[in-house]
């Protein structure tokens, strides 16, 4: 959690992983976190996605649920690395909800909001030398986490 400093009364994370096969054989791997104020008043993220191991890091990640009611009820979010002067990787994918766990707790002191969503991943990263890498119906979950204390 570098970069957090001391956790205020009100806090949280959204935090994302995924692993599995690009379009052309090679692992593709994901870890899009924030909490706080992130993206708009801190630059510091741990966004990223890796190729065969290596990491490839990613300008912030604008994160955004979307809900369908028609003609099929479904919930995706989608994930967009923001345009960026030195960092020029790329990722542009959303995760496609299969399943979720409500993991919400009340303490009385404390409060715990906490869903895990599970899906499919499907999207395209590109590297900073225009090497573009597609892959669909990855596995992944998307941690949501708020706390009051």
């Known amino acids: 959690d570098s970069g957090r400093g001391a956790w205020p009364v009100a ?3 959204l935090w994302m992983t995924s692993t599995g096969k690009t379009k052309d054989g090679k692992t593709i791997s994901f870890n899009i976190g924030h909490g706080f104020s992130h993206p708009k008043s801190s630059q510091h ?3 990223s996605f890796f190729i065969d191991g290596k990491i490839f890091k990613l ?3 604008i994160t955004k649920e979307v809900k369908n009611e ?3 009820t479904s919930t995706y979010w989608s994930f967009e690395s923001v345009e960026h002067s030195v960092l020029k990787n ?3 994918f959303r995760l496609d909800v299969t399943k979720s766990a409500n993991l919400d707790q009340d303490f009385k002191l404390f409060k715990v909001d906490f869903k895990i969503n599970y899906g499919n991943v499907s999207g395209k990263c590109t590297d900073k030398d225009g090497k573009v890498y597609e892959f669909e119906n990855i596995l992944g979950f998307l941690e949501i986490k708020r706390s009051v204390w």
């Open 11 to 13: 806090s949280g994370w």
């Open 59 to 61: 300008p912030a990640v």
């Open 90 to 92: 790329r990722c542009d």
């Open 45 to 47: 993220t741990e966004d």
């Open 70 to 72: 028609y003609p099929k």
